[in-house]
């Protein structure tokens, strides 16, 4: 990424050249794909649209840590310790454990590679087999393939349950903890061990590098189904080209499913939530209860006045959460499944010397009527269960809902 700043605002719109980029980014997702390491699928909000923040309440603060303590502590370690030591990984350990005592999940340090991987992730770029991995009955399984990934070619199926990674025991990991060992190279293979059927299944995959669209859609029965998977530089494009075919194709409703879309670009999401909103506030930021600023939509809606229903669920948030509370408020959308995640919050992710990137909160958004999402999620306007039962026997009650709605 450059230094300009963005939170969903892609960089090529940004006209700004600060060091640092405001962002508010969602959360590490329950399912991922294999190629990801994040479930905060990333918002980024531009600093040209919301002010640049400081909080006051801190200025009072030193100006400098007292590190007397820690110098001392390396003293100890480099004359005593019986092994070797890396300067380099004490000092990013340092850096991390500067900001994990600030106690904010969503303030975070990331090294070099870090950086370059959360880069990679937002644009939708990795390198693995290309599954999407969630949990069901405490069980780690695949929840789909990426069409033409190494995993569809390799003969992987959905409902698929993971019990080995090339010869470790995968049934007590996490989706974060299987993603990163899966990880690897393009061109090396990686070992799985599946049960299917109640049937131990071995295959070995070669992983390769996986470009994954933001956006796909499709018509079905007159209605448009449009599915965002993360908001991103080519998600507003994606988006607004679909809107257009949608209506070159004269559909009578449309379908939006974000979910399990963890965020990405705040910007993109805007520009998405303009398909349907005419000059319409999107998002405001809030400081003691006042707006300080606020993100309008353009005026040229696309879909404006065409019925339309949206998809959410616990893994919808941040700039997903904010395009559902926009369209939710302005009235132009039903919202339909679960309550969605919850993360209300604006981060800055401000370019480090070394490579690395600081995400730090500045700041809380709110929904155009005012409300602040955070831990408190959004409600669905029709709540649907999406049971373990209805995934492995391939039903999709929230989907199906949505679209009988639209059809009546």
């Known amino acids: 990424m450059n230094d300009s700043k963005t ?45 640049p923040y400081t909080n006051k309440g801190n200025q009072t603060l ?64 990795f390198t693995g087999i290309g599954a999407e991995l969630g949990i069901q009955n405490k069980q780690l399984v695949v929840i789909a393939p990426v069409d033409g990934s190494p995993a569809q070619k390799a003969g992987v199926r959905a409902g698929d349950a993971i019990v080995k990674i090339g010869d470790e025991d995968a049934t007590k990991l996490t989706v974060e903890e299987a993603v990163t060992k899966i990880r690897g190279e393009a061109g090396t293979d990686v070992k799985i061990v599946f049960v299917r059927d109640g049937k131990p299944l071995e295959i070995i995959i070669t992983r390769a590098e996986i470009s994954v669209p933001s956006v796909t859609s499709k018509v079905v029965d007159g209605i448009g189904y449009l599915k965002i998977s993360r908001f991103s530089d080519d998600t507003a494009g994606l988006a607004k080209q679909a809107a257009t075919d949608f209506k070159k194709q004269n559909v009578r409703g449309v379908v939006v499913d974000v979910r399990d879309n963890g965020g990405g670009l705040l910007d993109s999401s805007v520009q998405v939530a303009g398909i349907w909103l005419n000059n319409k506030v999107v998002v405001e ?37 904010i395009l559902a509370g ?73 989907k199906d809902r949505a679209f009988s709605n639209l059809k009546k």
Do not use: C
Request: hydrophobic residues 30%.
């Open 7 to 51: 939170e969903n605002s892609s960089t090529k719109l940004n006209t700004k050249t600060k060091s640092s980029k405001k962002i508010s980014l969602g959360l590490f997702l329950v399912s991922i794909l294999i190629a990801f390491t994040v479930g905060t699928r990333t918002q980024f909000i531009g600093d040209y649209f919301f002010s």
């Open 62 to 125: 030193s100006s400098n840590l007292d590190l007397t303590e820690t110098q001392k502590i390396y003293d100890i370690l480099r004359k005593k310790y019986d092994g070797k030591l890396d300067t380099k990984t004490l000092e990013e350990g340092l850096q991390k454990g500067l900001v994990d005592a600030v106690g904010d999940p969503y303030t975070t340090y990331f090294t070099q590679k870090e950086a370059e991987q959360f880069t990679d992730d937002l644009n939708g770029t």
């Open 285 to 321: 930021e809030r400081e003691g209860g006042k707006t300080t600023d606020s993100l309008r939509t353009s005026n040229n809606p696309i879909l404006e006045g065409i019925p339309t229903a949206m998809l959410i669920n616990g893994g919808s948030a941040s700039a997903s959460e």
């Open 326 to 398: 926009a369209l939710h408020d302005h009235g132009v959308a039903t919202l339909i499944g679960e309550k969605s995640f919850g993360k209300g919050s604006v981060q800055e992710l401000i370019d480090l010397p070394s490579g690395g990137k600081l995400k730090v909160t500045v700041a809380r958004w709110y929904t155009p009527k005012g409300k602040n999402i955070d831990k408190a999620g959004i409600m669905p306007d029709e709540e649907v269960k999406l049971t373990a039962d209805d995934f492995n026997n391939g039903r999709d009650p929230q």
